[in-house]
């Protein structure tokens, strides 16, 4: 499959996934670039090891900033708290070229992301958000509940 086949099959998955996919998505692309970021940090090549690490903190903070702080209550301030926490330590990994710091980071994906798999997808296909997607173009109804919620992702490495 060529890499604009690939990108395209990307593109439809993210926008006909529901938000808790959409979070599930997140999970995976943060821990597929710390294990590239791993496999960089050995090979000794610096540029893709930060590249891959900048992604990693990218999706982190994308993460963070989709906390709904005021229906999410304690649990959405926890994993802010988390989050910015998982982003130091991806900022010290790449500073001090050491594999520890992403191994930590990996893991505590990892149990993130199990626990996300284990909710079941309970909204129906009219209760999902609008998601704001590349150069402003927006999915969704415009008088939806949710119209100004978005999500914004970016696939591209």
């Given at each position: 499959?060529?890499?604009?086949?690939?990108?395209?099959?990307q593109?439809?998955?993210?926008?006909?996934?529901?938000?808790?996919?959409?979070?599930?998505?997140?999970?995976?692309?943060?821990i597929?670039?710390?294990q590239?970021?791993?496999?960089?940090?050995r090979?000794g090549?610096?540029?893709?090891?930060s590249?891959?690490?900048t992604?990693?903190?990218?999706?982190?903070?994308?993460?963070?900033?989709?906390?709904d702080?005021?229906?999410?209550?304690?649990?959405?301030?926890?994993?802010?708290?988390?989050?910015?926490?998982?982003?130091?330590r991806?900022?010290?990994a790449?500073i001090?070229?050491?594999m520890?710091?992403m191994?930590?980071v990996?893991?505590?994906?990892?149990?993130?992301?199990?626990a996300?798999?284990?909710i079941?997808?309970?909204?129906?296909?009219t209760e999902?958000p609008?998601?704001g997607?590349?150069?402003?173009h927006?999915?969704?109804?415009?008088?939806?509940e949710?119209?100004?919620?978005?999500?914004r992702?970016?696939?591209?490495?």
């Amino acid at each position: 499959m060529s890499l604009a086949a690939y990108q395209n099959s990307q593109d439809l998955d993210v926008l006909s996934a529901t938000p808790m996919q959409l979070v599930r998505m997140l999970y995976v692309g943060a821990i597929g670039a710390i294990q590239a970021a791993c496999g960089h940090l050995r090979n000794g090549d610096i540029r893709e090891r930060s590249r891959q690490i900048t992604k990693a903190c990218s999706i982190i903070e994308e993460l963070t900033l989709s906390l709904d702080k005021g229906r999410g209550g304690q649990v959405a301030l926890d994993l802010t708290e988390l989050y910015v926490y998982l982003h130091k330590r991806l900022i010290a990994a790449n500073i001090e070229q050491q594999m520890e710091p992403m191994i930590e980071v990996k893991r505590h994906l990892e149990t993130l992301l199990e626990a996300w798999q284990a909710i079941p997808d309970l909204i129906a296909p009219t209760e999902i958000p609008r998601v704001g997607y590349g150069g402003g173009h927006t999915f969704g109804e415009e008088d939806s509940e949710f119209s100004g919620e978005r999500i914004r992702l970016q696939l591209s490495a």
